[in-house]
């Protein structure tokens, strides 16, 4: 991966780029239809995977939820990731049908042990803290088994998930471990890269029994990281995440539990849902030399690290995550097929490939769509919302929500810049697209406070309002130029709103600011969002306040935090059921095939599906996976030869699954015949699977 990022060619600041990213990235599409903003109150629709039609859209969350692990108790399943160096960390959640998830709490307080933890003197673990969790569940015990840098493994235990958990510490690390509790007493764990070791954990699984660890695999075997530990049906079976030329899922079988252990290189391959590879730093280290996107890259971006679950109905169902570019590293559903005692993620006729709009699971009664947190806040409670996390350990004497009810209140800390800033409050950004909205009370800021609104990443941007001797203004800071740029406020200003217009798709972000809340003025240029691994994270939202002079400042009191989200759903388009379409290529405007010419009436078919009919034809697949017209009648039952599952690519383009061969229907580019033969939509779409449509006129 690394080398064909330093093919990509360079992106210096300052240069005006603009027209460079609306070439290499493509927008929703034509015809979308946002969610109107609230004309009162703060918004409250956020992201859910659940279409409110028995199907479901990845991402199941659309911000981070990283390195996840996921198990069944009963008719619940739970769920937890990684945290890295926010706080609290190790969420816990649960859910009776793996798409619309409730919030239970979190299994870690804080990491508090040396001041790096606490962004003191000078440090910081910034990429580092807690990651990489393996959840299980044991005698009405949970189990969360995880990693923190440079100390040996935690685990961290609770009978009720909802808390309190206990907390001790293992005598070893075990890096990207998975724990197994065997059917015969006997406790299993298995961690490492590549090849992998095996132990049995002693009784109090405080450290592994002697004489018991064994390499499983050699360097070259196919196997990766990440690691997830299951016995199913008498056999051993571990899954991991593997870089092979493109992120894959590797899995591995065995009879017994040490092995041999044969390997299956790839039970999920090159799926991105059509997501192409967003920016990137050059360097690591440096935050001012930006690589813009690399739509040729056809698995930079692909699913690969997590696990299988069963479900009370009986489905298997796979889980794992993506990078998906600046918003991070998110979590995807997927159904499994067995096949030769393989798990393969995807379905028959598309092994390895799993669709973004799906069937949901089988509950044994409906779920309501529901999100697991309400991001909007207007500060009302006296205990922070469960969406809010710490940049690093807080300061708890230094913030409050009682000193003025209704408002949070960030004392400031010394600080040389937001980098290092302590007490900054975060949440996880959340896509496609999402705009917060900050409302500020100015009064208490002292000379040298800077408070606001950030984009916390590498680099990083901030609005906010500094106090100096000259009074009050406005402050833009870019970290990948190094440049802040400054506007007066108002004479007498009290109270500020800071915005920033956030486009995980194109990566852009646009500040702005209001002093009544409601006209909205734009300050600088666009900022570019990357994914990067210095913090390990997709972008997240503070709040902050800290004082650049040295010593203790003021106060910064935000009244309130709205996060507007303009596409809540999988669909930003609803399925024009009983209208004709016309569709046409996606990449190549007003190109289709023969058979296309004519528009189509829309026949829904249930669960999202549709059947397609130009006049008395029917669009259908035949037995070699091409297309024909079919003469048929209204009443009459072509089975899934018919059939298609209407799905949105991430960017908004209409991808059409066939249910005979559940593979995408497309132009062949080079010879213009039409094809149900693509696994999936290609990120640069070269592979004509992409379609826009347009309501015909009468």
Aim: neutral net charge; glycine residues 10%; aromatic residues 10%.
């Amino acid at each position: 991966m690394v080398l064909s990022i330093l093919r990509r060619p360079v992106l210096r600041r300052p240069v005006l780029r603009l027209a460079l990213l609306m070439a290499a990235v493509v927008h929703v599409s034509a015809g979308a239809q946002p969610e109107p903003r609230p004309a009162h109150g703060l918004s409250t629709r956020t992201w859910t995977a659940d279409n409110g039609d028995g199907t479901f859209t990845n991402p199941v969350f659309y911000d981070e939820f990283s390195d996840p692990d996921l198990i069944r108790v009963g008719d619940w399943f739970y769920l937890t990731g990684t945290t890295m160096h926010a706080m609290p960390g190790l969420p816990l959640l649960r859910s009776k049908d793996l798409v619309n998830w409730e919030f239970l709490g979190y299994a870690m307080d804080r990491l508090d042990a040396v001041p790096a933890y606490r962004l003191e003197d000078g440090k910081n673990i910034y990429g580092r803290g807690i990651w990489a969790p393996s959840l299980r569940w044991r005698d009405g015990t949970f189990y969360i088994f995880s990693n923190v840098n440079g100390r040996a493994t935690q685990i961290y235990t609770a009978t009720d998930p909802r808390g309190p958990w206990t907390h001790r510490e293992m005598k070893r690390g075990l890096h990207d471990l998975s724990v197994l509790f065997d059917d015969d007493g006997k406790t299993w764990v298995v961690w490492g890269y590549q090849d992998m070791h095996l132990a049995q954990l002693n009784a109090e699984l405080s450290d592994i029994v002697p004489g018991t660890d064994k390499v499983l695999f050699t360097k070259d075997a196919g196997m990766g990281e990440g690691a997830h530990f299951y016995k199913i049906g008498g056999r051993y079976y571990i899954l991991s995440a593997n870089y092979a030329g493109g992120f894959r899922m590797s899995a591995a079988r065995a009879d017994r539990v040490d092995g041999p252990y044969e390997v299956n290189p790839a039970v999920s391959k090159d799926e991105n849902f059509g997501m192409a590879a967003g920016h990137r730093l050059r360097d690591a280290k440096d935050p001012s030399t930006i690589l813009p996107p690399d739509r040729s890259a056809a698995n930079a971006d692909s699913l690969h690290q997590g696990g299988i679950v069963l479900t009370p109905a009986g489905e298997w169902w796979g889980f794992s995550m993506m990078d998906y570019n600046a918003v991070g590293r998110l979590l995807g559903l997927a159904p499994v097929t067995w096949k030769d005692g393989w798990p393969w993620f995807g379905l028959p006729g598309n092994l390895g490939r799993n669709p973004r709009t799906w069937v949901k699971p089988k509950t044994a009664e409906p779920q309501q769509s529901h999100a697991p947190f309400a991001r909007s806040d207007d500060f009302s409670s006296t205990v922070l919302a469960p969406v809010w996390q710490w940049n690093h350990a807080p300061v708890d004497a230094r913030w409050s929500l009682s000193e003025r009810p209704g408002f949070l209140r960030l004392h400031a800390l010394p600080a040389a810049s937001f980098w290092e800033a302590r007490n900054s409050l975060t949440q996880r950004a959340v896509g496609p697209m999402s705009t917060p909205t900050v409302a500020l009370d100015l009064a208490g800021l002292k000379q040298g406070d800077v408070a606001g609104l950030g984009l916390l990443n590498f680099p990083y941007a901030t609005l906010a309002v500094e106090r100096s001797a000259d009074g009050l203004a406005l402050a833009l800071f870019d970290q990948s130029s190094g440049r802040t740029l400054r506007a007066a406020l108002p004479a007498g200003a009290t109270r500020v709103w800071l915005r920033a217009d956030c486009d995980f798709l194109a990566e852009q972000a646009r500040f702005s600011w209001s002093s009544d809340g409601v006209a909205f003025a734009p300050i600088g240029a666009p900022f570019t969002m990357v994914f990067q691994l210095t913090t390990f994270q997709g972008v997240r939202y503070a709040l902050f306040n800290y004082n650049r002079d040295g010593h203790d400042g003021g106060y910064a009191d935000f009244d309130s935090i709205d996060v507007y989200q303009p596409y809540p759903r999988g669909r930003t388009r609803a399925i024009p059921y009983g209208q004709r379409i016309r569709l046409s290529q996606a990449n190549r405007p007003g190109a289709r095939a023969d058979a296309m010419a004519s528009p189509f009436l829309v026949v829904d078919r249930g669960l999202g599906r549709v059947a397609l009919r130009a006049g008395a034809r029917w669009l259908s697949v035949d037995a070699d996976g091409g297309i024909i017209l079919r003469e048929g009648n209204a009443g009459e039952d072509d089975g899934a030869a018919r059939d298609f599952q209407w799905i949105e690519t991430p960017t908004g383009e209409l991808a059409l699954m066939s249910l005979a061969t559940h593979r995408f229907l497309r132009v062949d580019p080079a010879s213009g015949a039409l094809r149900v033969d693509s696994p999936g939509p290609r990120p640069d779409g070269s592979d004509g699977v992409r379609w826009q449509w347009t309501v015909a006129p009468d």
